[in-house]
């Protein structure tokens, strides 16, 4: 089946160390975005990229970094994870938007904590 | 105006009964309205959707209703069953560039009573 995939499901980090997040998509979709979502609140965009044009939201923490070496994957990187940084990270993708409305296919999360 | 403002909090229904969450929005350039179901631990899935130049969309038992002069959208969930316990998450979507900016409601968690 076609999907968003996201490793690990569970990260523990320690406040300060640099982690990373993956993502990985079957469906061959132009755009992958990161969504931070904290418990009991809607999900917050971080960034997308549409192929590898990068589009950073402009609230986004300079803490917060991604890669896309290629289409398939999607990487978020967290240089150095606050305690306000534990979160559920979602990872969603969509085909080319720009002609008209498309769904976004998320992923099943990762659940970070910061120690 | 990038705000879209969902109503209840949280739902609690019994088992058969309806359940309604209501949105509403400002920006009238929102050309997509979704609506997402979430189960703790998972990422939120499509549940149905919307374009404004319809004013209900049905199925199953998921309709949404679209008053687009009061910009204002709804969920109807009938026969509701206790799996249907999840989060629910309006959301409206504008284009951006090529990607699609969704703009989320702050979610209803609904409790379907056995």
């Known amino acids: 089946d076609a999907m968003v995939i996201q490793n690990p499901r569970y990260q523990v980090t320690q406040f300060g160390k640099p982690v990373t997040l993956s993502c990985s998509q079957t469906l061959n979709h132009n755009v992958m975005y990161w969504y931070q979502q904290k418990s009991s609140q809607a999900p917050k965009l971080l960034f997308h990229?549409?192929?590898?044009?990068?589009?950073n939201e402009a609230d986004t923490p300079d803490n917060f970094q991604s890669r896309r070496p290629n289409t398939s994957f999607c990487f978020l990187d967290i240089r150095s994870p606050g305690l306000g940084d534990a979160a559920m990270y979602l990872c969603?993708?969509?085909?080319?938007?720009?002609?008209?409305?498309?769904?976004?296919?998320f992923g099943p999360g990762t659940r970070l904590t910061v120690l | 105006q990038q705000q879209v403002k969902q109503s209840p909090q949280s739902l609690i229904v019994q088992k058969g009964g309806i359940s309604i969450i209501n949105c509403a929005y400002e920006?009238?350039?929102?050309?997509?309205f979704p609506w997402y179901q979430q189960f703790p631990g998972k990422g939120p899935a499509l549940l149905i959707a919307?374009?404004?130049?319809?004013s209900e969309k049905k199925e199953g038992r998921f309709t949404i209703s679209f008053n687009k002069s009061a910009k204002q959208f709804s969920l109807h969930i009938m026969d509701s069953q206790p799996g249907d316990s999840a989060t629910y998450f309006c959301?409206?979507?504008?284009?951006?560039?090529?990607?699609?900016?969704?703009?989320f409601g702050s979610g209803t968690q609904l409790t379907v009573l056995p």
């Open positions: 990229y549409y192929d590898k044009d990068f589009n």
């Open positions: 920006n009238t350039a929102f050309d997509y």
């Open positions: 969603a993708t969509s085909r080319d938007g720009s002609r008209g409305a498309v769904e976004q296919f």
């Open positions: 919307i374009r404004p130049d319809v």
């Open positions: 959301a409206a979507s504008i284009s951006s560039g090529s990607a699609r900016q969704l703009t």
